[in-house]
């Protein structure tokens, strides 16, 4: 698959804003991508509900805007497959655990990045969500990281996938 490039970033985004709702972006996932809503939704099965309902959220904004780009079905992905893609971002991680957490998102967004508009994008988001409660509970640093490396790994996965 080519690059997503910001125009289809715009499509995604007014599509987002029109009707999107956290139950249809579940929804959604459960129906095309169910291992991939299943990772994020486990990921976060133990921490905040927030974290896990914008990962959901981010989730949909990745596999919409795969599928805006795709020139045919995306095929389903496979636990095993966000396993293995997790595993080389915690990797990842491991090499940028001295980094402040805007080094960090930065480093991920381009990092080894095959759709680096999408991540930019997402970075953003992730650094905008949370930017208010991040001010008020420096604890919440780790939330962010986990929330970006799920993306990541979805991301990453969907990519292989379309490749």
């Known amino acids: ?11 995604m985004c007014r599509e987002m804003t029109r009707s999107h709702s ?8 459960e129906a095309r991508q169910p291992d991939v809503l299943h990772y994020l ?5 133990d921490g905040r509900i927030e974290a896990g309902m914008q ?9 919409r805007a795969f599928e805006l780009e795709s020139e045919g079905p995306i095929p389903r992905i496979a636990m095993r497959e966000l ?5 080389a971002n915690q990797n990842l991680l491991l090499g940028t655990s001295t980094a402040s957490l805007a080094e960090f998102l930065e480093v991920m967004s381009l990092e ?4 680096p508009v999408l991540m ?11 930017s208010n409660d991040l001010e008020r509970n420096r604890q919440l640093i780790p939330e962010v990281v986990a929330i970006f490396l799920a993306v990541k790994t ?6 292989a996938a379309t490749n």
């Open 1 to 11: 698959m080519k690059t997503i490039g910001e125009s289809t970033i715009a499509e």
């Open 22 to 29: 956290l139950s249809a972006a579940m929804d959604y996932l």
């Open 41 to 45: 939704m486990t990921t976060f099965e």
């Open 55 to 63: 990962a959901c959220q981010l989730g949909w904004c990745v596999y």
């Open 83 to 87: 396993a293995a893609k997790a595993d």
């Open 112 to 115: 080894m990045a095959a759709q």
């Open 120 to 130: 930019q994008f997402l970075r953003q988001m992730v650094a905008t969500g949370l």
């Open 154 to 159: 979805v991301v990453d996965a969907l990519d």
